[in-house]
């Protein structure tokens, strides 16, 4: 394993599968044997789930509803996307922690960094919920600010397309995959690999961002076994 402790980001729109909305249990279970997995095999494994199956702030707003409230039901969409998972994990016998950015006790234990760092130690997975408990950011951010916190060796971003490509791949059928790319040419190319904020929080903090489709079965543990898919932004 190239990797000892990971933070995983999850894609909340992946999780809705096949079915346009909400989760998809065949998609969560899928998720869940491939963390199993890991955690079998020793990684310490902390994790963030988006909620864009659930809901967007900023969608909402362009609805007419109000930025900050919108964004705080983003933000509680990502706790109902990470109970689900935890759910799904601890049926298959592997200890989770859910946590959640915003004091919500008893639906999950107020995240703090030295609570993380006990229970990855202890070989629980941790399913820290609720973006950074702040509007006005992404869970890509979340993601950059609990992997610095809980020193994870990398970013893995697992979501629908296999890499960082010259162009959006679901709009550029020409686009074409990097295998690597530096933090300076994803921005001198203003590639979206993640938003701006997450992108920067990781350069100046040294985490590499490894970008792969973790809906293909398998490919979670590949990247951990350093198999060429995805890409790795550094
Ligand atoms: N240069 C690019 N390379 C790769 N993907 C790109 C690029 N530009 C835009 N994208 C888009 O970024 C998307 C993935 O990132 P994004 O963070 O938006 O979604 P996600 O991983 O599904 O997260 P969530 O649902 O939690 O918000 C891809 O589906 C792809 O269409
Ligand atoms: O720190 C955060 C993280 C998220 N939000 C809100 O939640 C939704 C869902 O997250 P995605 O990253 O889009 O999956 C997001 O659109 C925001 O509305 C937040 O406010 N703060």
């Known amino acids: ?27 969560l279970n899928d998720y869940a044997e491939q963390i199993s997995e890991l955690v079998k095999a020793g990684v310490q494994v ?7 199956n659930i ?7 362009a609805q007419g509803f109000d930025r900050y409230k919108g964004d705080q039901m983003g933000m509680l969409a990502t706790v109902i996307n990470s ?7 601890d049926a ?4 989770t922690r859910v946590m959640t950015s915003i004091r919500m006790e008893p639906v999950g234990e107020l995240y703090a960094q030295p609570k993380a760092l006990d229970a990855l130690n202890n070989g629980e997975v941790v399913i820290i919920s609720g973006g ?4 006005y950011f992404t869970t890509d951010t979340a993601s950059a600010l609990r992997g610095i916190e809980v020193k994870a060796d990398v970013m893995l971003k697992g979501t629908r397309v296999d890499g960082v490509y010259t162009a959006d791949p679901e709009k550029d059928p020409s686009a074409t995959r990097f295998d690597t790319i530096s933090f300076d040419e994803v921005y001198s190319r203003g590639l979206k690999v993640m938003d701006l904020t997450a992108t920067t ?34």
């Open 55 to 61: 809901f967007r702030g900023l969608s909402g707003a």
């Open 46 to 52: 902390a994790i963030v789930i988006g909620g864009g």
């Open 83 to 89: 109970l689900a998972l935890a759910s799904a994990l």
């Open 92 to 95: 298959m016998g592997t200890r």
């Open 132 to 135: 950074t408990g702040n509007p």
């Open 1 to 27: 394993m190239q990797y000892k402790r990971i933070l995983l980001k999850l894609s909340g729109e992946s999780l809705m599968g096949e079915q346009g909305h909400g989760i998809d249990s065949a998609r």
């Open 201 to 234: 929080m990781c350069k100046e903090n040294s985490l590499p961002i490894m970008v792969f489709n973790m809906d293909v079965k398998g490919n979670l543990m590949k990247v951990m076994n350093g198999e060429k898919i995805g890409t790795l932004v550094k």
